[in-house]
């Protein structure tokens, strides 16, 4: 396995990839691609589970990329600058999609809590105010569906829980509330999150499933009973404590999986 590690432009953010070498004996040697966006409050990336998150999409046949994106400590107030490091993210591995063996029409980027934050904007923005920004047409930008687990999905919705915090996010938090920003060209979205999250209240979930439902836009979602927040694989590997081990929740791996392969058909 290669192992390749990319600067994005603004200097702040860095793709990091997991990419198996073609089997020439296989019908299919360009692979789909995930891209994992860990969470870290936008404080910080938790790198060691990010890899553990990438690996375990690796093992099933994937070429598995986590993005470190700008923080707080890099900008302030936050606004979309990570948003945008993940268009940037995209854009690289179709440019490299030859080089790196992928599936240009495969790419589904994984948010985890304030990572799961940035891909439902991004589900929002890619095909309106992206490419504007970027100045590049939205097909470069087009994720083939995404991935939300136990997401920040809006500011307004219990996280962060100070106004102070807040405002270092956003001066206007409602164009950070993602469920406020679905449209019919938002692609099609698998979420998953544990009822009693103490710290990113399901409800977030909940709003994003609804305004994916009114928009018409196909989406499954998956409200485990119980898991503290951060649950990642939920398993030994990436528990950070003893409950954070819950074989329950630690399907949703199982059913995203089936979920991406059906969507590929």
């Known amino acids: 396995m290669q192992v390749i590690q990319q600067k994005l432009s603004g200097g702040h953010a860095q793709l990091t990839g997991f990419l198996h070498q073609p089997d020439q004996n296989a019908h299919q040697t360009a692979l789909p691609a995930i891209i994992i966006v860990p969470g870290g409050s936008y404080t910080s990336i938790p790198v060691g589970q990010a890899e553990s998150l990438a690996m375990a999409f690796a ?6 990329f986590f993005l470190e994106y700008t923080l707080l400590s890099n900008q302030a107030p936050l606004e979309l600058a990570p948003v945008l490091d993940l268009a940037w993210a995209i854009q690289l591995i179709r440019q490299r999609a030859a080089d790196w063996h992928v599936d240009a029409d495969q790419l589904t980027p994984v948010g985890f809590s304030v990572g799961g934050h940035i891909v439902a904007l991004y589900n929002d923005y890619w095909a309106s105010a992206l490419p504007q920004t970027l100045h590049v047409d939205a ?8 991935i939300l687990s136990y997401p920040v999905i809006s500011p307004l919705l219990g996280f962060p829980k100070d106004a ?6 956003s001066a206007t938090p409602t164009k950070l509330a993602a469920d406020q920003h679905v449209s019919a060209t938002n692609r099609p979205t698998f979420i998953w999150v544990t009822a009693d999250d103490p710290i990113v209240p399901a409800t977030n979930s909940l709003a994003y499933a609804t305004a994916l439902a009114q928009a018409n836009v196909p989406y499954e979602l998956h409200v485990f009973k119980h898991g503290p927040h951060g649950l990642a694989l939920a398993n030994h590997q990436t528990a950070w404590k003893t409950d954070a081990v819950q074989p329950h929740a630690a399907h949703w791996l199982e059913l995203a999986l089936e979920w991406l392969a059906d969507n590929q058909k």
Request: glycine share 10%.
């Open 59 to 64: 093992g099933h046949g994937y070429q598995a």
């Open 164 to 169: 102070a915090t807040l405002a270092k996010w």
């Open 139 to 146: 097909a470069v930008l087009k994720p083939q569906q995404v």
